[in-house]
T-cell receptor, first 119, second 114 residues
Framework: EAQVTQNPRYLITVTGKKLTVTCSQN?????MSWYRQDPGLGLRQIYY???????DKGDVPEGYKVSRKEKRNFPLILESPSPNQTSLYFC??????????????????FGPGTRLTVT | GENVEQHPSTLSVQEGDSAVIKCTYS??????FPWYKQELGKRPQLIID?????GEKKDQRIAVTLNKTAKHFSLHITETQPEDSAVYFC?????????????FGTGTRLKVLA
């Protein structure tokens, strides 16, 4: 079954304790991305990756790190979590779809989400 | 910076009526506009999308229109049903080699009243 998985699904931690949220996809997608979702703010892109060893900042990268050592995995790292990073986090991956006129469309598939609480 | 404004934030309609959600984007380089539906406690799921060289796209009861000049795009749901109740997000993306940025709207909570 084609899917994006995230672990853990729920995490409560304390300020300053390093944590990693894993993301894995089995669809051989080149593109992967991390978002955070907060009430009233929608989804905001944290980091994205266009291929192995290629990552770039989204809109809200401060306090986060990512790595893309393998195509299927894209972990999100919080080196020193703070309470303002309490949020619902989604990983997503995309395929490249080529239409007849060769334009590419990236349809995103989201993981199930990770609810993180930092106290 | 780039942003996407989405209105209304909440919308209640009677079953069978139509619902319209509107978004405005700021970055004229945006060329891909997806809409996502998110049910309570679940992940966002793509319901329809449109690219910049198309003015309208329809899929059964849902349609999306795009006005590139005005930088507006809208989601139209006809003959609404209770299962359409969810939060809907629009997004604007620049799809080109070397970038994979998405800017989302803040969401519209749609309630379909039976």
């Amino acid at each position: 079954e084609a899917q994006v998985t995230q672990n853990p699904r729920y995490l409560i931690t304390v300020t300053g304790k390093k944590l990693t949220v894993t993301c894995s996809q089995n669809m051989n997608h080149e593109y992967m991305s991390w978002y955070r979702q907060d009430p009233g703010l929608g989804l905001r892109q944290i980091y994205y990756s266009m291929n192995v060893e290629v990552t770039d900042k989204g809109d809200v990268p401060e306090g986060y790190k990512v790595s893309r050592k393998e195509k299927r995995n894209f972990p999100l790292i919080l080196e020193s979590p703070s309470p303002n990073q309490t949020s619902l986090y989604f990983c997503a991956s995309s395929s490249i779809v080529w239409t007849l006129n060769r334009e590419s469309l990236y349809e995103q598939y989201f993981g199930p989400g990770t609810r993180l609480t930092v106290t | 910076g780039e942003n996407v404004e989405q209105h209304p934030s909440t919308l209640s309609v009677q079953e069978g009526d139509s619902a319209v959600i509107k978004c405005t984007y700021s970055d004229s380089a945006s060329n891909y506009f997806p809409w996502y539906k998110q049910e309570l406690g679940k992940r966002p799921q793509l319901i329809i999308d449109i690219r910049s060289n198309v003015g309208e796209k329809k899929d059964q009861r849902i349609a999306v229109t795009l006005n590139k000049t005005a930088k507006h795009f809208s989601l139209h749901i006809t003959e609404t049903q209770p299962e359409d109740s969810a939060v809907y997000f629009c997004a604007a993306s620049i799809q080109m080699i070397g970038t994979y940025k998405y800017i989302f709207g803040t969401g519209t909570r749609l309630k379909v009243l039976a």
